[in-house]
Structure formats: structure tokens, C-alpha cells
């Protein structure tokens, strides 16, 4: 019997390839169903399904926002920040204020970081690459500063640059604790309930399977590792992919919601969003 094919955009970061290790690899049994890896950078992600391109996938929650209408959050996938995530790194010491005369080098306007950016300095002067140019971008001085997702994060002292802001501090302390919201999983409405329970079950899985095989898992995410030791990769992973990629619980859920209100109110999004996730 011939399987229905998903396709399922994914970021080709250590995250996601250990949150998809069991998907990928045929771990666990979807029955009927199998899924077709999309490994994109995450912003042609955001446009894509803002497209209306792909089955299921991993976007920034900002982007969610212009994605309401044609897609439904799952409950479990999430990245998030607790205390940490995106910063702005620049060659030399400065201010937040030296950053506002700078150009700063951002991974797309509708990852959350650029909004989280938008939200702590209002308008600044920016200048788009994808995300894991911005480092190489800001070390050979091509731009003035950068700001940087995913391993990134941990990467960027090798090259001799300095922290300018850290993104998910300033969430934390703006918000009195709430973990900072970068992206999520997202599917289809047009699946109907039955069919996204289903769907959602074996994506949840699979997280799951990671978190109880982590060995295996990040040994399959190290070929995404981009120059990261196993134990870097180990430490990267285990920043985003946790109890809260579970499932968002209601502390993560309340931080989506205030991030994208807050975007609202202050005129980045250009409506409400209506936050639902499915089952």
C-alpha cells in the first residue's frame, strides 16, 4: 500500500535535526504516512508556508502571525529561551545606543529575533543575510554588527567578537521570567482535527525518541554541526530541545502570547493574532 508523503521544512541546524532524528531515520511507525524532509534556512521556511508550500513546518513565531489563517500551531516543537537566545555581536565593544547608528546584519524579518530586536530598539539599520553567514559577515568587518540564531549563539567568541545584547536576558527581565519565544511547529488547518491529532502524535514522538536516545540523535545532528564539537552540538541541543519542546505548557503558551501582542502594539505585526493550537 502505497504511503501518503508529508513534506515537513525543518531547519538544517542541530535542534531540529535531533527533534526529527526519529522521523528521519524511521524510529518509530507513522502507519500509512511518511514525511518528506524540507531542509531550508528558517526564513525561506517563513516564506514558503506563507506560501502555503509545505505540510508541516518549523516557523518563527513571529511569522506565525501572517500564518493564522492557513496554519495551526502544534503544541510540542518549540524553541525557546529560557534566560538566553538570539544576541547582537559586534567586532568591538559598544552600546546599545552605538548600535542604533550601525548596520546590523539579521537573518530575515520574520524570524522572531528580528522582531525581539524591533521590540527592545525600535528602528534600526539592517541589512539581511542568511543565518549562518552573519558571523563570517561581522568577523571580516562586511557589516557592523550582527544578529545571530542558533549555534551561533555559542560559536561567536572563536571569532573574536563581543556580546553586544542578548535577546533572551532582556526578554526575561521585561517579562519578570518568561522564556523567551523563537519558533515553533506548524501545520495545515485544511488537515482537518482527526488527520493534525494523528500527525501531531508522531512529531511529538519523535521528540520524545530524541530526548530518551540522545546519543544516537545527536550523533545524527552533529552532520549539521557546522564546526561544533559533540559536546558543544550535546550543549546546543539541550538548550532548545527540552520539557518545553514537549509541550509549550502554560507558561510558554503566555509567551507566545505576549510576544505577538506586544509586536501588535507596537505596530510590527500589522494586526491581533488569534493564537491556537491544535490538539
Known amino acids: 500500500m502505497a504511503k501518503e508523503i508529508l513534506t515537513l521544512g525543518h531547519s538544517p541546524d542541530p535542534d531540529d535535526a535531533f527533534m526529527f532524528y526519529a522521523l528521519a531515520k524511521h524510529r518509530i511507525d507513522t502507519g500509512d504516512l511518511d514525511f518528506e524532509h524540507i531542509l531550508q534556512d528558517i526564513e525561506t521556511l517563513n516564506l514558503r508556508a506563507m506560501r502555503k508550500e509545505l505540510d508541516i513546518t518549523a516557523v518563527s513565531i513571529h ?7 492557513a496554519y495551526v500551531l502544534l503544541p510540542h516543537g518549540a524553541s525557546m529561551g529560557e534566560g538566553y537566545g538570539p544576541m547582537v555581536v559586534a567586532r568591538d ?3 546599545i545606543d552605538d548600535l542604533r547608528s550601525r548596520i546590523i546584519a539579521v537573518p530575515g524579518v520574520m524570524t522572531s529575533a528580528f522582531l525581539e530586536l524591533k521590540l527592545m ?8 543575510l542568511p543565518f549562518d553567514r552573519i558571523l563570517q559577515a561581522v568577523a571580516e568587518g562586511l557589516v557592523d554588527a550582527g544578529l545571530i540564531i542558533h549555534e551561533g549563539q555559542l560559536t561567536f ?6 556580546q553586544i545584547v542578548n535577546l533572551g536576558e532582556w526578554w526575561r527581565d521585561r517579562t519578570g521570567g518568561l522564556p523567551l519565544p523563537l ?7 485544511s488537515f482537518g482535527p482527526e488527520k493534525i491529532a494523528r500527525v501531531s502524535g508522531f512529531l511529538k514522538d519523535s521528540i520524545v525518541y530524541g530526548l530518551e536516545h540522545r546519543r544516537e540523535a545527536v550523533e ?3 552532520q ?3 564546526d561544533m564539537t559533540t559536546d558543544l552540538a550535546d550543549e546546543f541541543v539541550g538548550m532548545y530541545v527540552n520539557e518545553r519542546t514537549v509541550d509549550y505548557g502554560d507558561e510558554g503558551r503566555e509567551a507566545v502570547h505576549r510576544l505577538l501582542d506586544e509586536g501588535f502594539r507596537a505596530g510590527i505585526i500589522p494586526g491581533p493574532v488569534n493564537l491556537e493550537f491544535s490538539a
Open 93 to 95: 565593544e559598544m552600546s
Open 121 to 128: 530598539m525600535g528602528n534600526f539599520k539592517f541589512t539581511v
Open 63 to 69: 511569522a506565525y502571525a501572517y500564518l493564522q489563517d
Open 183 to 189: 519558533g515553533g511547529n506548524a501545520i495545515r488547518r
Open 157 to 162: 567568541g572563536k571569532l573574536g567578537l563581543h
Open 220 to 222: 545524527h545532528a552533529m
Open 224 to 226: 549539521y554541526a557546522r
